[in-house]
């Protein structure tokens, strides 16, 4: 309302023109919002009187004003490769009829979903390397995974929007707290691949998969699935609640890698060169005339390590991939992954053992005292205060690194019982040991009555009979 003088003549005369001005709606122009959002913005309308909004445009149909607000009347989804942009016009009329209306666009954000695991990582930062340089900048997105390792993380810069399947630009993953030996990796770096249809997984392996030839590598280690597969696979999922074989072997391969890369930049390198230069290591074995990928074999860690930090002798690097090897070695016979043993383990190998490969590439031990120290019964003598590991002969030398645990004289690589001090044998694959098996070969022909027991090849029709072999024995 505005008071207004009005001249009449030669004098004047005061009155109220009555005057209204149109309605103005305040909200704003461009709007993200997560996928699985409903309400969208508020909506405020500045009018002296009560004006009414109501929703035009292309997409109109897929949009209400509740409360005040502007919301989806479903809740939004995002379309991998297709339509998540949206434009609505909000016209506002007031009771004299006068109008007001504003375009508002508004865009579905991708909720980009994974997982960080060596063993789970919590509060490792997650981002999109938008320019590739694994260094995380204020513009990229961003995220912190929780407790478990899993991170949630909208697509603000929109960079995977058009595509339907695995995103080209690189997910990074910084530092994190190891849930289960507690210990924090600050100088951590892996790298993955996000998806826009699920939730991708970063690993050690997927680092080396992501930064190399993945079919080559892949093909290497004997993983039997596409990389977007793998990628989308929880395998510590898998090997923890599970129990599934497959991925107790690939985490395994998970923690064995891990501390391989761990160790090469605790001799100095640094992360970026060191995940860059493994990955090229694993392809060159893949290429070369005896292609075999085993972590437990000295000769394979140290040839990783050599090309990760390069600059150390190759003694020291021998006897630290030596050391390494014997570790990983352990790591492969624990198949518990959350267990005390596990979590002691890897503890040490984060923390003693890293530092111990230090002081070995400074100077300061000698390549014997190293290797004497942590040697696997060495380590695992560090380790066991408080810690029981299984002991089947009481030998007082657990059987992850006693070569024969059950003291029966066999060596466990050729006890098919390395457990049963009665049992060492078992011919015909049974499952029950020569000395209890009735039928050592599985012929069809008891012990008693086979004059081989061990051989089914031998002729059926030799029979002990009246104290003798019968007429037809072998000759």
Same mark, same amino acid.
């Given at each position: 309302?505005?008071?207004?003088?009005?001249?009449?003549?030669?004098?004047?005369?005061?009155?109220?023109?009555?005057t209204n001005d149109p309605p103005r709606?305040?909200?704003a122009e461009q709007i993200n919002i997560e996928e699985g959002s409903v309400v969208v913005a508020p909506i405020q309308v500045v009018d002296e009187g009560s004006a009414t909004v109501i929703i035009q445009g292309a997409d109109a149909a897929l949009f209400g004003i509740v409360d005040d607000a502007l919301v989806f009347i479903e809740p939004s989804v995002?379309?991998?490769?297709?339509?998540?942009?949206? $434009?609505?016009?909000?016209?506002?009329?007031?009771?004299?009829?006068? !109008?007001?209306?504003?375009g508002v666009s508004v865009s579905v954000l991708n909720l980009l979903q994974g997982r960080v695991v060596?063993?789970?990582?919590?509060?490792?930062?997650?981002?999109?390397?938008?320019?590739?340089?694994?260094?995380?900048?204020?513009?990229?997105?961003?995220?912190?995974?929780?407790?478990?390792?899993?991170?949630?993380?909208p697509d603000t810069a929109q960079a995977c929007d058009a595509f339907s399947g695995l995103c080209d630009v690189r997910l990074v993953v910084v530092g994190g707290t190891d849930v289960v030996s507690g210990v924090t990796l600050s100088d951590s770096l892996l790298v993955g691949l996000p998806s826009v249809v699920g939730s991708s997984n970063? !690993?050690?392996? $997927? &680092?080396?998969?992501?930064?190399?030839?993945?079919?080559?590598?892949?093909?290497l280690i004997g993983i039997n699935q596409t990389f977007e597969e793998f990628l989308l696979t929880d395998y510590w999922q898998?090997?923890?609640?599970?129990?599934e074989a497959e991925s107790v072997r690939i985490q395994h391969i998970n923690a064995q890698l891990a501390l391989v890369i761990q160790t090469a930049v605790a001799l100095g390198a640094m992360p970026k060169d060191v995940i860059t230069r493994i990955s090229q290591a694993i392809e060159n074995?893949?290429?070369?005339?005896?292609?075999?990928?085993?972590? &437990?074999?000295?000769? !394979?860690?140290?040839?990783?390590? @050599?090309? $990760?930090?390069?600059?150390?002798? $190759?003694?020291?690097?021998?006897?630290?991939?030596?050391?390494?090897?014997?570790?990983?070695?352990?790591?492969?016979?624990?198949?518990?992954?959350?267990?005390?043993?596990?979590?002691?383990? !890897?503890l040490d190998a984060q923390t003693t053992l890293k530092d111990e490969a230090l002081l070995l590439a400074q100077g300061a031990v000698t390549l014997d005292q190293f290797v004497d120290r942590n040697s696997p019964t060495q380590l695992i003598a560090r380790i066991s205060?408080?810690?029981?590991?299984?002991?089947?002969?009481?030998? @007082?030398?657990?059987?992850?690194?006693?070569?024969?645990?059950?003291?029966d004289g066999v060596l466990d690589v050729a006890d098919a019982f390395p457990l049963n001090a009665l049992e060492s044998l078992d011919t015909d694959g049974d499952g029950t040991g020569d000395n209890a098996d009735t039928d050592d070969d599985g012929d069809g022909i008891e012990d008693v009555n086979d004059a081989f027991p061990i051989d089914d090849q031998k002729p059926e029709n030799l029979f002990w009979s009246e104290g003798v072999w019968n007429e037809d024995v072998w000759l």
């Open positions: 309302m505005v008071l207004l003088t009005i001249t009449v003549g030669c004098g004047s005369k005061e009155g109220v023109i009555v709606i305040v909200i995002f379309i991998p490769g297709g339509q998540n942009s949206y $434009s609505i016009v909000l016209v506002a009329t007031d009771p004299e009829g006068e !109008t007001a209306e504003v060596d063993a789970p990582l919590s509060e490792a930062i997650v981002f999109l390397d938008l320019n590739n340089n694994m260094i995380r900048d204020e513009s990229e997105p961003s995220a912190l995974s929780d407790a478990q390792g899993y991170f949630v993380m970063v !690993t050690p392996l $997927s &680092t080396i998969l992501s930064l190399g030839n993945d079919i080559t590598i892949a093909s898998g090997a923890t609640v599970n129990r074995i893949a290429s070369s005339d005896s292609p075999v990928f085993d972590l &437990t074999n000295s000769a !394979t860690v140290t040839t990783l390590l @050599s090309a $990760s930090a390069p600059g150390q002798p $190759s003694a020291s690097a021998g006897a630290i991939g030596a050391v390494i090897a014997g570790v990983n070695a352990i790591i492969a016979d624990l198949d518990d992954l959350e267990s005390v043993q596990v979590a002691s383990l !890897t205060n408080g810690v029981e590991f299984d002991d089947t002969d009481l030998d @007082s030398v657990p059987n992850l690194v006693d070569t024969d645990d059950d003291n």
